[in-house]
């Protein structure tokens, strides 16, 4: 049970961040943590440590993530939940050395909403390298798919998040 | 090529993808360890699956067994016919009865107009 606090401890944000950015539900994000917790503890004999525990335990929660859009599908849910920066339970780091000129927390909220309108393989993809910043062979390891898989997930992305924040430029 | 930064052709504003970051409810663990209390143990839910298998499995041996010995005891009984009738009819037409009218109480004499002491 100690080891399952440290696990939650230490990834707890960031499992938070994945389901809270692919399901855009804080309960339901609450609950698949949670769960992705239990199931870690349960697997967690069974884990041989090859791709790192953060990326393990990422890939529990991106699972669960991916039954529960599948599960949408069909219960017809929406996608797309209020305005992130509502909630206090989400935190916003600014990025250091930003045009202050320009409203980056605005910009954050834009770019969240957009990144909520890719299909559900790129954004999972997106928000595995660009907001939990995970090196592409983690991907691998976390998304179960071979490197050039990931690339052009995240080349496609890039392509519908240009087309949608055309004006933005680059 | 593992730092998210040094893509070159990504735009600028795509990291602000990484501003935003969700913070576990509170009460996470608690919630966590409720769940686990609450799950049957593991050995448990191994075990029930070849038990499982194995007893449905048991069930169809046993009843393809069951079924085939009812269907061979059917036709064992059909292909002799003449013993069922002859212990109906006792080989002599009586279906069991004995036809001696001695034997049976108040039989033919009781007809006869006879005085039976």
Not at chain 2, 91 to 97: E, K, N, P, Y
Request: proline fraction near 5%; glycine fraction near 8%.
């Amino acid at each position: 049970m100690a080891a399952l606090e440290q696990l939650h401890e230490r990834f707890g944000v960031a499992m938070a961040t994945l389901a809270r950015s692919m399901l855009r539900d804080a309960a339901e994000a609450q609950d698949v943590v949670e769960e992705a917790l239990v199931r870690a503890h349960e697997a967690g004999p069974g884990f041989r440590g090859e791709r790192g525990v953060r990326t393990w335990v990422l890939r529990i929660t991106a699972n669960l993530c991916r039954d529960r859009l599948r599960r949408r599908k069909f219960t017809a849910g929406s996608l797309d939940g209020p305005a992130p920066l509502d909630d206090p339970a989400l935190r916003f780091d600014p990025v250091a050395g930003w045009d202050e000129s320009l409203d980056q927390r605005a910009m954050a909220v834009r770019l969240d909403q957009a990144i909520a309108k890719l299909p559900v393989d790129q954004r999972e993809a997106v928000i595995l390298r660009h907001r939990l910043e995970m090196s592409y062979e983690d991907m691998c390891g976390a998304l179960g798919v071979p490197l050039g898989t990931v690339k052009s997930r995240l080349a496609r992305a890039l392509v519908a998040l240009r087309a949608d924040l055309g004006d933005w430029g680059d | 090529m593992n730092s998210v930064h040094d893509d070159e052709q990504n735009p600028r504003w795509l990291r602000l993808a990484a501003t935003l970051h969700a913070e576990p409810a509170p009460g996470t663990m608690a919630r966590v360890r409720a769940r686990l209390e609450q799950r049957e143990p593991k050995w448990l839910i191994w075990l029930a699956r070849p038990v499982t298998l194995a007893a449905s499995a048991g069930l169809l041996v046993a009843s393809t067994w069951f079924g085939a010995s009812l269907v061979a005891s059917d036709s064992r009984d059909s292909v002799e016919p003449s013993t069922l009738a002859s212990a109906l009819l006792d080989d002599d037409g009586s279906f069991g009865l004995s036809l001696d009218g001695a034997s049976v109480p108040g039989g033919a004499g009781a007809d006869s107009g006879g005085v039976t002491p």
